[in-house]
């Protein structure tokens, strides 16, 4: 994925470094999963008002202090896709860093429309040290899951990722990357990318993320972002206000 870079003042969308081919997902059709997500623009603005080329969500960013968080969450359905509007590809994550450090820690589902089929799966990334790969397991619209993302200085980074629908979970620590700050906390829907190349955003409709926390907190005490996915002048998809603290819905909308 591409990563969040710079300070909330400074915008730059950084190319993807390359990785190794990823794990094809499990799900219908066997999609392959991108090398590695993307960061946007440094947000800037508002609640709901700031803009992205490829996230959309909630995130916060602590660039002075490394090492402010240590834990996000947040459930969400899986939505389908409607794939007669056309291809594209979109994930549903929570996640560690990202913005402003060089790692990322994250994990969550896909969804893709390829050749006008729709095809779904799960995932996780610890960037540099592993791209993006998938877990062995199936999932599919409709389904209700919780990600997690835990940092301990004893044991590294917990990724918990949780399918009530289907009956799994995967939950297992991975040793962080270089760089790792842990300065930076993502609620968010992407298109994921390849080089300076974003994938289309295929028609999710809409997407409810419940009980948004950072750092044991509901999301909107960490003064988190709200972010529009906002591409060529044509808003993609946009984020509601907080609910709750904790209760957010993303909604997609057609490429004008």
């Not at 969040?4 to 950084?14: D, E, I, P, T, Y």
């Not at 790969?133 to 199936?138: I, K, N, W």
């Amino acid at each position: 994925m591409h990563r969040l870079v710079g300070s909330a003042a400074a915008l730059a969308l950084l190319g993807v470094v390359p990785a190794s081919p990823a794990a094809s997902a499990t799900n219908s059709g066997a999609f392959a999963l991108p090398a590695r997500l993307a960061a946007p623009h440094t947000p800037t603005g508002a609640a709901a008002s700031a803009s992205s080329p490829n996230w959309v969500g909630y995130a916060v960013n602590t660039s002075v202090r490394a090492g402010s968080y240590t834990s996000v969450q947040a459930s969400w359905t899986q939505p389908a896709v409607d794939c007669s509007h056309g291809d594209g590809t979109v994930v549903f994550w929570v996640g560690l860093d990202g913005w402003g450090d060089t790692a990322v820690e994250q994990d969550g589902t896909q969804a893709k429309c390829a050749g006008g089929v729709a095809g779904y799966s799960a995932w996780w990334e610890i960037y540099p040290t592993n791209s993006i790969t998938a877990y062995p397991d199936t999932i599919a619209p409709g389904d209700q899951l919780t990600a997690k993302v835990i940092f301990s200085a004893l044991t590294g980074y917990e990724l918990y990722l949780s399918d009530a629908t289907q009956g799994w979970t995967e939950d297992a620590s991975h040793t962080g990357a270089a760089g790792a700050a842990n300065s930076s906390a993502e609620i968010v829907a992407e298109t994921p990318g390849s080089g300076s190349t974003l994938a289309d955003l295929p028609d999710f409709g809409s997407v409810a993320f419940t009980g948004g926390q950072i750092n044991g907190a509901p999301v909107a005490d960490s003064g988190a972002l709200g972010i529009n996915l906002v591409r060529n002048n044509n808003t993609l998809a946009t984020t509601s206000d907080l609910t709750g603290g904790t209760d957010f819905t993303i909604e997609w909308k057609q490429n004008s």
